[in-house]
């Protein structure tokens, strides 16, 4: 409802008839629209986000060494680095870390055991990922041809989790020494399909 303030003109006047006075006023109206305060820190806080992220990328990019951010390797470790190509669409597409070695393996199926702990370069947000803990894991236990030979393949630790997908930044991955890392580009197709009803 809109707020209204009266102003006295300051001074009467009479029209002819004596016995009837009145005094003009001057009514001014001004009208404040309700403001929704969760609303705009709401948008504020996208704001913010939104900068901080160009401006990290920015001072990325700004700097002559891109690997400033993120810590030296401590002994016993290994900092491995990715370079993503550029791509269309990012969110199309996401990266699995593969942390593994070379083994000697028969007709079984082996995998390593480890932990990928996420870390964040203080100072900087950007991740990284710490691989530890690296030993046997599971294998299958069938039997192999006793005239089979051996082969060297590349065992990794087994994990399901992919990251994001993100030309513009490294993905830094710390392993203990004599540990490789690969990884594997996965994507998808913009065609969505539809669930039913049932």
């Known amino acids: 409802m809109p707020r209204v303030f009266r102003l006295d003109s300051g001074q009467n006047q009479h029209k002819r008839d004596p016995q009837t006075k009145?005094?003009?006023t001057l009514e001014m109206h001004f009208s404040f629209p309700l403001i929704n305060k969760d609303k705009i820190l709401m948008k504020q806080t996208l704001a913010l986000i939104a900068l901080s992220s160009v401006f990290a990328s920015s001072a990325f990019?700004?700097?002559?060494?891109?690997?400033?951010p993120f810590p030296t390797a401590e002994a016993?470790?290994?900092?491995?680095?990715?370079?993503l190509p550029a791509v269309k669409n990012p969110d199309l597409y996401r990266v699995q870390l593969l942390p593994g070695k070379m083994m000697e393996v028969d007709c079984n199926?082996?995998?390593?055991s480890g932990t990928m702990t996420e870390k964040t370069a203080e100072g900087w947000g950007f991740n990284y990922w710490v691989v530890s803990q690296v030993g046997a894991?599971?294998?299958?236990?069938?039997?192999?041809?006793?005239?089979m030979k051996k082969t060297q393949e590349f065992v990794s630790i087994y994990s399901e989790q992919l990251h994001?997908?993100?030309a513009k930044?490294?993905?830094v991955?710390?392993?203990?020494?004599?540990?490789?890392?690969?990884?594997r580009i996965f994507s998808a197709k913009e065609k969505t399909s539809s669930a039913v009803n049932e």
């Not at 016993?76 to 370079?83: A, S």
């Not at 199926?109 to 390593?112: N, S, V, W």
């Not at 236990?141 to 006793?146: F, I, L, Q």
Request: aromatic share 6%.
């Open 164 to 166: 994001r997908y993100n």
């Open 109 to 112: 199926r082996t995998r390593l």
């Open 76 to 83: 016993g470790m290994v900092r491995k680095v990715i370079n």
């Open 169 to 171: 930044l490294p993905l």
């Open 137 to 147: 894991g599971a294998s299958t236990m069938m039997a192999c041809d006793p005239k």
């Open 173 to 183: 991955v710390y392993v203990p020494e004599g540990i490789e890392l690969r990884y």
């Open 61 to 68: 990019a700004a700097n002559k060494d891109p690997m400033k």
């Open 22 to 24: 009145r005094q003009q």
